[in-house]
């Protein structure tokens, strides 16, 4: 009698990874591992990601949970964990700066000074009680050492277009010694945008917020969050986007904010926060009682006439590759070209009236015309367009 042989297609044999399986599984555990000051419990939770994707290798159908979990350990590795910039908090070199960039607004000046210089005075406190502490043998309390950085104030700029709130939010960001990014929220029409999506949906990504870390590459950055009033118009959008502001911005809130597609708490207590914004009125109570307003006027034509000569000038003709000998502008030029047809509070159209007569002589000096090109009140309209201020 014959015995029955078994059916080897029929059985179920486990198939071995290949060796390229294994390397790209492996680089991500590799990843994980050499990413400094990652959360315990993170790291924990992707390793068990990465062997479940070593069991599914073995089934040979690890390739559908690949991508979703190398995109994961991609966004959680480069988040800075624990990576800070020193602050340099000395007033005469931050007030320097801001002299250097933005002529005028000194209101505006002296209150930043002000809260540079209790920041000071908080990172000072928190050394020396942490020197204390560990001269007397006690361990140090880690809140101690984070001192300017857990305390930076949210601040709100508030005014018209133009007046230099984005500008000195950058001169800030330098003289500090902090990198600097910006997020339009003027843009952003979900709050998806700001909190991430959740993993289970089809390509989730973080949001803006860890995306500005990741940019900046450290976790004390100066964070603008331009145009927050320009947020969407739907109603019940718009609320969803306040609420999601308020945990950012709340220094009670912000040490643990959570989200979406990392789905582990961040800590956003040592970034300096900046908001601009036209007006108030779609702002919530709420987000506004977390913030110091502080408000932008507008630029007088003196102050114009000043920052057009001393400011804006050089920077175009530095621009345009050209020197302060080539291209001369009489004095009594000057208020015609601060006046454009209606009223202009902030600086951009005196430097679209500057960047085009500029041109304009750039374009003499190449034709051949001798230099240098003086611009005077008789010879202007060559120069500028026919409709702005006095010419029009």
């Keep these: 009698m014959e015995t029955a042989q078994p059916n080897i297609n029929n059985t179920n044999i486990a198939q071995q990874p290949s060796d390229d399986t294994i390397a790209e599984i492996e680089n991500l555990a590799r990843q994980v591992a050499e990413c400094k000051n990652m959360p315990t419990e993170l790291a924990q939770t992707a390793m068990q990601q990465i062997d479940r994707l070593r069991r599914m290798a073995r089934r040979g159908s690890y390739s559908s949970e690949f991508e979703t979990v190398g995109k994961y350990i991609y966004w959680i590795t480069r988040i800075p964990w624990g990576i800070t910039t020193k602050d340099n908090l000395d007033i005469e070199n931050v007030k320097n700066m801001m002299n250097s960039t933005h002529y005028g607004m000194d209101l505006v000046k002296n209150l930043i000074l002000d809260y540079i210089a209790v920041m000071k005075l908080q990172q000072d406190y928190g050394l020396k009680q942490?020197?204390?502490?560990?001269?007397?043998?006690?361990a140090v309390d880690m809140a101690m050492l984070r001192g300017s950085s857990a305390n930076a104030p949210v601040m709100l700029f508030v005014g018209l277009q133009g007046v230099g709130k984005t500008s000195i939010a950058k001169s800030i960001a330098t003289a500090m010694g902090r990198r600097f990014t910006r997020i339009?929220?003027?843009?952003?029409?979900?709050?998806?945008?700001?909190r991430g999506q959740s993993?289970?949906?089809?390509?989730?990504?973080?949001?803006?917020?860890?995306k500005a870390l990741v940019r900046t590459q450290t976790m004390n950055p100066v964070i603008l969050l331009d145009e927050i009033d320009k947020a969407s118009g739907n109603a019940s959008l718009l609320s969803d986007i306040m609420a999601a502001l308020l945990e950012i911005l709340d220094p009670e809130q912000n040490s643990t904010f959570v989200d979406h597609y990392i789905d582990y708490p961040v800590d956003l207590s040592k970034v300096f926060f900046i908001a601009t914004a036209n007006n108030l009125g779609s702002l919530s109570a709420a987000l506004l009682d977390r913030m110091e307003i502080?408000?932008?006027t507008s630029y007088s034509d003196e102050e114009k006439i000043h920052i057009a000569k001393n400011y804006s000038l050089p920077k175009v003709l530095k621009n345009m590759g050209l020197s302060e000998k080539q291209v001369i502008v009489n004095d009594d030029v000057w208020p015609i070209l601060v006046r454009p047809v209606g009223f202009d509070a902030g600086l951009r159209q005196l430097e679209r009236n500057i960047a085009t007569m500029v041109r304009a002589a750039a374009r003499k000096i190449v034709e051949g015309a001798p230099q240098p090109i003086v611009i005077t009140t008789e010879n202007v309209r060559d120069f500028v367009l026919p409709d702005q201020g006095p010419l029009s």
């Design 130 to 138: 942490a020197e204390s502490t560990a001269q007397n043998g006690g």
């Design 184 to 194: 339009a929220v003027g843009a952003i029409g979900s709050v998806q945008a700001l």
């Design 199 to 210: 993993r289970a949906l089809p390509d989730a990504e973080p949001g803006q917020i860890i």
């Design 294 to 296: 502080i408000r932008f």
